[in-house]
């Protein structure tokens, strides 16, 4: 049984720690809060919040979870689940961060626990901005990773990722995702500028 706790208020305020701001993104009726690796679901019509557990996958052996990170939130319509993507970092004291283990795990909001997912492609990817868009059931990211800029999504349902192909297009560490006119677009910001003579 999941244990949701109310919040007293007007208005419910996130607050920032440490300088860092935090984020919320959210997905049909719930918004997802992530700040530091710690996040809380908010259901904004009950004002009500859930922490889940922190950690219930076990890790690779000698190991400790390093930077567990919420890299997606969506909703599963096959299930009628809220379902919660991180990527975990193990240190293994052994080499450079770069080549440290890593895991994706998955929470679910109906069985309140985590699981490890495994895939056949390779997702050790940096997301620019830890940005995602949610659209019908699928998260998507633009993700950056030994030079190369890829469009990676997750569909919910089955739990899978794929590749996107994208359009040719001159993409950025600027560039971002979003939803425009229904459409999955990719925005694209120049540092380019124009003077004007007098």
Not at 84 to 111: A, D, F, G, M
Request: aromatic content about 16%; proline content about 6%.
């Amino acid at each position: 049984m999941l244990h949701w706790r109310a919040r007293v208020g007007e208005t419910h305020g996130f607050r920032a720690s440490r300088g860092v701001a935090p984020w919320i993104i959210s997905a049909k009726d719930l918004c997802l809060y992530d700040h530091n690796a710690n996040f809380e679901f908010w259901n904004p019509a009950t004002r009500e919040l859930k922490s889940p557990p922190m950690f219930s996958v076990q890790h690779p052996p000698d190991s400790k979870p390093h930077i567990p990170r919420v890299v997606g939130f969506g909703f599963d319509q096959k299930t009628n689940d809220y379902k919660v993507l991180r990527s975990v970092v193990y240190n293994n004291h052994t080499s450079s961060c770069y080549s440290w283990p890593y895991q994706i795990e998955l929470y679910s909001l109906k069985s309140d626990s985590w699981r490890e997912i495994h895939t056949k492609v390779d997702i050790h990817f940096f997301i620019l901005y830890f940005d995602q868009v949610y659209k019908d059931g699928v998260c998507y990211w633009l993700t950056y990773w030994e030079g190369n800029f890829t469009l990676m999504s997750l569909c919910m349902a089955e739990e899978t990722f794929q590749e996107v192909p994208m359009p040719d297009i001159y993409v950025t560490h600027l560039s971002r995702l979003s939803i425009f006119s229904g459409f999955l677009s990719v925005i694209m910001c120049s540092k380019d500028y124009m003077a004007l003579d007098d």
